[in-house]
């Protein structure tokens, strides 16, 4: 549990360092509490954890009152700012479960190939990034100014030392997240190489972007548990693991974080996504 919510400072406080860098000045409490909503809105509703994402920027825009477009791009600059250290971690723990000759080639495969598609992605960020724009504003989602908003993270993107600290508060959250499953692995007897917690937590990844259930609820579960006996775990401990790793980041997580929001504006947030979708049939800016 300590583990768990140490990486939510962590976040909270990557989402403070690039909000400050752009002019915009949020607590350190609130941060925390915009992250917890986030978690929360993604484990209740099927959104693939773009509904918690929606839900951070205007909890930052209940309480800052900034320019929507500017939390938006920052909120999209921290996640630009993940592939780095879990390109890393993934090919680190490939190239450890290689050499070991111990790992069952699907999952060697299953972890490869996302990773392709991340570096691609990452190199083609700008590109998808307008074409993710153009398709929104067809469809009447949003009305932006494209080259606006693309010049805007790509000045973020080239900000170095900025980029410098997202980057290493990404890796620092990355790190806890696979030590907090291998010690709930040591907690129920299963000792095993920590290079498979490090697979297991980038598998834990993937599935939770294919689940189509609120919080990915039942998928996750079942995804977590095969990918834990893919590993090596007998099948006993594959549940206890899956049992309280999900007690922790789903129904924990969820329960602070309705609470935390509930109290310190959340309803606000949503009151204010809500009145401007019925004026405006959107939320834009």
Request: aromatic share 10%; no cysteine; glycine share 8%.
């Amino acid at each position: 549990m300590g583990i768990y919510f140490l990486s939510v400072l962590l976040y909270a406080l990557r989402l403070k360092i690039v909000l400050k860098r752009i002019g915009i000045h949020i607590g350190v409490f609130d941060a925390v509490a915009a992250h917890l909503l986030t978690v929360t809105v993604n484990n209740l509703t099927p959104s693939a954890k773009t509904g918690g994402e929606v839900a951070r920027a205007a909890y930052v825009y209940a309480k800052t009152r900034a320019s929507l477009a500017n939390i938006a791009t920052a909120i999209a600059f921290e996640r630009l700012s993940e592939a780095f250290p879990v390109t890393a971690l993934a090919l680190i723990a490939l190239y450890a479960a290689l050499v070991a000759h111990s790992v069952n080639i699907y999952v060697v495969a299953a972890v490869a190939l996302p990773i392709a598609g991340v570096l691609l992605g990452f190199k083609y960020w700008d590109k998808l990034m307008d074409y993710v724009l153009r398709k929104s504003e067809q469809l009447g989602f949003i009305a932006v100014d494209e080259s606006e908003e693309l010049a805007s993270l790509r000045k973020l993107m080239g900000d170095y030392p900025l980029l410098l600290a997202a980057v290493a508060l990404s890796t620092a959250v990355w790190v806890l997240d696979i030590i907090r499953l291998y010690v709930i692995g040591l907690a129920v007897g299963w000792r095993a190489p920590f290079f498979r917690f490090m697979l297991l937590s980038i598998l834990y990844l993937i599935i939770g972007l294919f689940a189509i259930t609120p919080g990915g609820l039942g998928i996750v579960e079942g995804g977590l548990a095969a990918a834990l006996v893919a590993l090596g775990a007998p099948t006993d401990k594959a549940i206890a693991i899956t049992i309280i790793e999900r007690l922790i980041s789903y129904a924990i997580a969820t329960l602070i974080g309705g609470l935390v929001a509930t109290f310190t504006g959340g309803w606000h947030a949503w009151r204010l996504l809500r009145s401007r979708w019925r004026r405006t049939g959107s939320i834009q800016k």
